[in-house]
Each structure stands twice: as C-alpha cells, then as structure tokens.
C-alpha cells in the first residue's frame, strides 16, 4: 500500500505489544520502522530507469528479512530513545512495526517477493486497493485513541477491524472472479489469463482483465447487494517477436522489453494510437479503459538505450464522473 499506511500499520502493530507506559514510544518507532521496507525505491539508477521496479517490493518485504529490517531500524532509532528505552525494547517496537509491511503489500494487485529467496516471483491476492481510506483511517482513529489513552486495547481493535476488512475484500474477490467466469462463459472465450483487482479506494467496484486469444479484454464487475458488469474496451496483446525488422533479440531495448513482461506478468499491449510505447494493461485511470496507468517507452532508433519508463495519469472529468456513477451502481 502507500508508504503512509504501511507507517499507520507499523504503529498499531507496535501500540499493540506494548504498556501504557511505553505506548508513546512505541507509537513513533512502529510508524517509521513500518516505512522502512519502502526504502528500497532507493535502490535504482539513472542510467536503468527500469531497475527501481525491479527492486521494488523485493527482498525488503520478504518474510526472511523482517528480522534484519527490524535490527536496522533499531539501530537508526535506538539513540533517539536511549534514555528511556533498552535497545530490547527499541528491537521489539520496530519487529512489530515491520512486521506486517510484506503482508499488506502482498494484499493488494501489485504484490511482493514475500517467499523470497525460496520463491522468486512475486505474489498478490487482489483482495485490497493499495490506497484504501477505509483501511487508514480505521487504523489513524485506533491510533490516535491507543495514544491519548494509553490503551493498546484500541490499535488491537482497529488491528482487527482491518483483519476483517481483508477478509472482506478476499469474499468480495470471489465474487467479482465468479461473476467475470459467468461473463466469459456468455462470450464463448476460453481464457488464457485473467486478473481481478479492486479499484482504487473501494472493494465495490473492481476492474477484470483477461485474454481470449490475442485479445485483453477489459470490463469493470460491480459487486454490492447486486452485481452489474459494465464492458469496456479491448486491446491487442503485444508479441515480443513482432518487434520491427533490425532490432536484435539481444539488445538492451530487447531485454528491456522482456523484463517488462516479468513486471507486468505479461499484462502488456501497445499504448492506444502508438507504436512506440507499452503500457501494463492490468492498471489504468478508469477502469474501463485500455490507456495503462504506467509503460515504457520505445527508442527503435536506438536498441541499445535503455527504455523510458513513464506514468499516464490523465483523468478526465468525464472518467471522474464515470467512476462515481460506476461506484453507486448506476447505468452509464
């Protein structure tokens, strides 16, 4: 989720192992050892836009480095505390605080290395948006209840309450994917792969993505008290070997497309009305649309360049009110 949550779920975590006396303490070490996994948005390089991506969400959020994530923080935070904290306790704090950041990022469509190194590909339920302000706020009250009280009975209530709210979003998850089974069985599509995410800030309305073919088709499955599809658009799927005549296969824009197919599981189309930029159809503004949220960039003139990686965040007002209207379940 964003970096901000994951400090708001590193301070209920820490609230909650610890005493009124220390609950203050434990409330600021949670929330900046919860942010700490992000830090790997640091490793990257000015010549390899595409590096950042690569590391990001990686070994930092695997189960196996909870406990060093855990002793850096204490060792960055421990002279802030030294004084009124043993380095135990610091340690502690900041294992709880980290603790949850590889699960929550798991939970959301993106997904994390979290058995890494035993399984070296990421993994994702699609059970929650990564920016979710139910789920952060539920746990910013908790907090700043557990806080002024001194009580970590309130962050072990708002830590449960967004334990519920997961188990929610998995239900709701299988009832956007049965819904979608039932779509493709209607079209007569045999699907090759299909993906399912929660739109941004709900667990409504949620965007499905599948191949049939060499086709992406994209619709949005509202799931309330009733369920209503609303189909969206199709794109073409990207051959990696219909790249133009004189790029070679071992080129750094060759490589570097193929990597981009790793990232975006190979979710990967042209960006509409281009030919010299893809996009990860997985993600996009509406979630009718077939213009990605983020792509690279292509450079056919230049096969050894790295390719630019770039974000495609325009939103009309037209998108705007088409989303809300998605949202409340109402026709378009």
Known sequence: MDVFTQGVIGAASAQSTASARDIKHATLIGFLSGMLADADVFIRSASDPMLVLEYHRHFTHSLVFIPLGALIASLVLWPLFLRQLSFRRVYLFSFAGYLFSGFIDTSTSYGTYLLWPFLDER??????????????????????????????????????????????????????????????????????????????????????????????????????????????????????????????????????????????????????????????????????????????????????????????????KQQRQQFVAMLLGKAL
Not at 216 to 222: G, K, P, S, T
């Open 123 to 316: 993994i994702a339920w699609h059970i929650i948006s990564i920016v979710d302000p139910v789920f952060t706020v539920v746990l910013i009250i908790a907090i700043i209840l557990a806080y002024r009280h001194r009580r970590a009975l309130f962050s072990r209530t708002g830590m449960a309450l967004v334990g519920l709210y997961l188990l929610i979003g998995a239900v709701q998850l299988q009832r956007a994917e049965s819904v979608l089974d039932e779509l493709v069985a209607q079209r007569g599509h045999a699907i090759e792969r299909q993906m399912v995410k929660p739109t941004i800030g709900n667990l409504l309305l949620w965007r499905s993505v599948y191949q049939s073919g060499d086709t992406f088709y994209i619709d949005a499955i509202r799931v309330g008290l009733q369920t209503r599809i609303y189909e969206g658009e199709t794109t073409k799927r990207f051959n990696r070997i219909s790249l133009p005549a004189g790029v070679d296969v071992d080129s750094t824009l060759s490589r570097d497309i193929e990597r981009f197919h790793v990232l975006s599981d190979d979710f990967v189309a042209y960006f509409p009305g281009r030919l010299d930029a893809l996009g990860d159809v997985r993600y996009a503004m509406s979630p009718l649309s077939s213009q990605p949220l983020w792509g690279i960039e292509l450079d056919f003139a230049n096969p050894e360049n790295h390719v630019r990686y770039e974000f495609y965040r325009q939103s009309s």
